[in-house]
């Protein structure tokens, strides 16, 4: 399976008055490891919007297992779960410093182009993305 990791360094300012950190920041920190696999897997996805493509959220889904807090580094590892060629889903697990497991969740987004916010088929207009996710797609479901 083709999984990025990525370290967060928890700051003071992610965290809520009980010194964990707050819920929403999590969200950002999939869109790291969401960026980071995208990185890994040979694309950027700033070049992408350059070229009046952005991928919006269609749903996210957050299961909180336990706290990181202040202090703590977290391990936030990405995966492709699903992807048909139109939509893809992100599959995330963070973990503690430790390797317990903080969090778990899915992203589903979809390509569209900026004007207009139609959708776009990855599959036709960027074969190399597609290629790629595939083959990630693949190697999720063998692993």
Same mark, same amino acid.
């Given at each position: 399976?083709?999984?990025? =990791?990525?370290?967060?360094?928890?700051?003071?300012? #992610? !965290? $809520?008055?009980?010194? %964990? %950190?707050?819920? +929403?920041?999590?969200?950002?920190?999939? #869109?790291?490891?969401? /960026?980071?696999?995208?990185?890994?897997? @040979?694309?950027?996805?700033?070049?992408?919007?350059? #070229?009046?493509?952005?991928?919006?959220?269609?749903?996210?889904? +957050?299961?909180?297992?336990?706290?990181? &807090?202040?202090?703590?580094?977290?391990?936030?590892? /990405?995966?492709?779960?699903?992807? $048909?060629?139109?939509?893809? !889903?992100?599959?995330? #697990?963070?973990?503690?410093? $430790?390797?317990?497991?903080? %969090? !778990? @969740?899915? =992203?589903?987004?979809?390509?569209?182009?900026?004007?207009?916010?139609?959708?776009?088929?990855?599959? &036709?207009?960027?074969? $190399?993305?597609?290629?790629?996710?595939?083959? +990630?797609?693949?190697?999720?479901?063998? +692993?």
């Amino acid at each position: 399976m083709i999984v990025a =990791s990525k370290e967060i360094e928890v700051r003071y300012a #992610e !965290t $809520d008055q009980m010194g %964990v %950190v707050y819920h +929403a920041n999590y969200l950002i920190w999939m #869109e790291l490891g969401r /960026t980071s696999l995208i990185s890994e897997l @040979g694309f950027n996805y700033a070049e992408l919007e350059k #070229e009046g493509v952005i991928s919006p959220v269609l749903d996210i889904q +957050a299961s909180y297992k336990m706290p990181v &807090r202040y202090g703590e580094k977290a391990i936030v590892n /990405t995966w492709i779960e699903e992807y $048909d060629g139109l939509r893809v !889903t992100y599959g995330y #697990e963070i973990l503690k410093e $430790d390797g317990e497991l903080a %969090v !778990t @969740g899915v =992203s589903k987004h979809v390509c569209v182009q900026k004007d207009s916010f139609r959708p776009i088929s990855i599959k &036709r207009k960027y074969p $190399d993305w597609h290629e790629a996710y595939e083959k +990630a797609k693949k190697q999720s479901v063998e +692993a």
